[in-house]
């Protein structure tokens, strides 16, 4: 049996407090409710874990979240929500789960980020506040789903949604960084190549050409051009403060599309051919997971939106979900602004607008997002199957170019030779 501190509200609408006995969160959620009082906060009374020297001093998730080692990853947060999921769904108590994932932990910055999750729980803390403190480190999906597991008794069973989430969240993001390593080496590979011919072989063969620089064809003459401004760039002062200039405007551009220019970005994205096809598909296979996720744990359709925004990885789509926040705030159906937005599939407005008639709108949803998934994982599959081949003929080219522009004046020479 473990001890439960609960706040109630009676049937009066008098606030209570107190503690209680049960087996487990469920148990004492039915009890009190048995006894007419509803609860609004629960959490479990337990003793401080044990901790040695090294890790008793308190532990700032945020400073750990930074590079290398010392960075907390998805994937370490998807172990422990895993982790954390078995352990619950075994029996363990919450704290006892906790202190068993830490001692299992290998990488230093997660067994200091458990130490002080722990730390917290114990000393009177539900584990969705102790979380609360470190927003950079759980996203609001997850502090939502974990809030609505304690109030409702369920944590392992939100813990078990927030897994699948979160690990197909991973597999999508695996994926398109396999899937993008080889464009990105023929890219680069490509440019060297380039730099190297500009700079270096397309001179020297020039040299050879008799005639002047006005006599050569156009394409061998603008190719010169670069190839000159390019030798440039690497060899004087000018050109070294143009490629600072060009990082500085880089770092700058990247910088406003996570900012200010975000919205903007965003919308370009979507209409980029093949690629908003792309993150519309995974964007609306999240949108199903989620509000399915979040309201079968009883989290109000409002409150579930304003989660579910912050999902979707798109600036342009989340304020389409705020507009549509609005529009059921006064009264309207969830179905009807989704379509009216145009950027969700008819499928899925379909499947919501079945789900809000019939009261299964959570049921329906998870169901469809398996359907969205898969449609996503095609999508992405066909993407990253054209892309490499797009990147290579435009590659090709190029060089192409450079070729056909280098050898022109040595075939018209030849053939002037000839007529001679």
């Known amino acids: 049996m473990a001890r439960f501190f609960y ?20 148990s004492a959620v039915a009890d009190l409710t ?3 009082q509803f609860v609004i906060e629960l959490r479990e009374e337990a003793q401080a874990p044990t901790v040695s020297g090294g890790e008793k001093a308190a532990v700032d998730l945020a400073k750990f979240v930074r590079f290398g080692s010392r960075r907390i990853s998805s994937k370490d947060i998807l172990a422990m929500t895993t982790q954390l999921s078995t352990a619950l769904r075994a029996g363990l108590p919450l704290l006892n789960g906790l202190e068993l994932i830490c001692e299992q932990q290998h990488k230093a910055v997660m067994k200091e980020a458990l130490i002080e ?8 803390q539900s584990l969705s506040e102790a979380m609360a403190k470190h927003d950079n ?18 944590l392992d069973e939100t813990t078990t949604q927030l897994a699948e989430i979160l690990s197909r969240d991973e597999k999508i993001k695996t994926n398109m960084k396999n899937a993008a390593a080889y464009p990105i080496f023929v890219l680069c590979l490509g440019l060297v190549s380039v730099v190297i011919i500009l700079t270096t072989i397309l ?26 401004f390019t030798r440039g760039v690497f060899t004087t002062v000018l050109g070294w403060i143009v490629i600072v200039l060009i990082v500085a405007g880089l770092y700058y551009l990247i910088k406003w599309t996570k900012t200010k220019g975000r919205l903007k970005w965003d919308s370009f994205k979507l209409k980029i051919p093949l690629l908003g096809s792309v993150l519309r598909t995974i964007a609306v296979g999240r949108f199903a997971r989620t509000l399915g996720a979040l309201t079968k744990g009883g989290v109000t359709i409002l409150e579930a939106l304003s989660v579910v925004r912050d999902t979707l990885g798109n600036e342009l789509l989340g304020r389409e979900i705020d507009a549509v926040a609005e529009k059921v705030k006064s009264g309207e159906s969830l179905a009807a602004p989704l379509d009216e ?5 008819p499928l899925l407005v379909q499947i919501t607008s079945i789900g809000e008639q019939t009261g299964k709108l959570d049921e329906l949803l998870l169901n469809a997002a398996d359907t969205f998934d898969a449609e996503a994982d095609s999508v992405i599959s066909r993407f990253m199957a054209i892309f490499p081949a797009i990147l290579i003929l435009l590659l090709a080219l190029v060089i192409g170019f450079i070729i056909a522009a280098t050898l022109l004046p040595i075939v ?9």
Do not use: C, W
């Open 7 to 26: 706040k109630a509200v009676n049937q009066a609408g008098g606030h209570i407090t107190g503690t209680i006995e049960a087996a487990d969160r469920k």
């Open 34 to 36: 048995g006894n007419e």
């Open 117 to 124: 999750l722990a730390k917290s729980v114990s000393s009177g």
């Open 137 to 154: 480190t759980f996203s609001p999906l997850y502090l939502s789903m974990i809030r609505v597991g304690e109030t409702g008794g369920m």
């Open 203 to 228: 001179p020297k063969i020039i040299r050879t050409i008799g005639g002047g620089f006005a006599a050569l064809p156009l394409p061998t003459r603008m190719l010169l051009r670069l190839s000159g």
């Open 341 to 345: 937005s145009g950027y969700f599939p």
């Open 412 to 420: 018209m020479m030849g053939v002037g030779t000839g007529t001679l």
